[in-house]
């Protein structure tokens, strides 16, 4: 039987920094864990006929920091260890499979009006396979991000061009 357990949260402190964090264990739930949801590793059939899953642990915590009420920044780091040494590379996968990684990323998004987000970001991520290659990334991201309304905003009545233009619509 496959199994998991999730443990999820938000600490929010005003005016410091705003915490994220989660973890999640259990057997046979690869798929619910971003890293190897789509490698197939919750379990596999052996060569006797038995159905055997892998044991998966995933761990992350992140922080926003807001320096001004326009200019934010979010650090954080990822974990992700699938504990079974009887995955080893194949001759249809001559990388190996994955054993472990560590992710860690932080960025600074500028918001100059308000559906508008402009950012940078750095991202490094390792990975360990069970064969013993490993091997690294190292990225750099530039975004662009206009945030269509929803919820309270988007009733408000105000179109998205008067938002880009930072006009409220009593103004018009």
């Known amino acids: ?6 443990l999820t949260g938000n600490l929010e402190f005003d005016p410091a ?11 046979g739930v690869s798929s619910y864990v971003q ?6 590793l919750d379990g596999m059939v052996t060569a006797s006929g038995q159905l055997k899953l892998f044991p998966i642990m995933a761990a992350w915590v ?5 320096w001004r009420s326009d200019l934010r920044s979010t650090v ?11 995955l080893q590379a194949t001759p249809g996968d001559p990388d190996g499979i994955y054993k472990t990684s560590n992710y860690v990323s ?20 390792n990975r360990i396979n069970n064969d013993g290659t490993s091997g690294y990334d ?4 530039v975004s662009l991000i206009l945030h269509f309304g929803s919820g309270p905003q988007a009733r408000r009545g105000s179109s998205l061009i008067d938002r880009l233009l930072g006009r409220r619509s009593e103004e018009h």
């Open 106 to 125: 932080a960025n600074l998004i500028y918001s100059p009006i308000a559906p508008l987000d402009i950012g940078i970001e750095y991202l490094f991520g």
């Open 17 to 27: 920094p705003y915490f994220q964090f989660g973890f999640i264990y259990g057997v």
């Open 62 to 66: 992140g922080v926003q920091h807001w």
């Open 1 to 6: 039987n496959a199994w998991g357990i999730q």
């Open 76 to 86: 954080s780091y990822g974990y992700v260890r699938v504990s079974d040494d009887a």
């Open 138 to 141: 190292n990225r750099v991201q």
């Open 35 to 40: 890293d190897t949801s789509y490698l197939d």
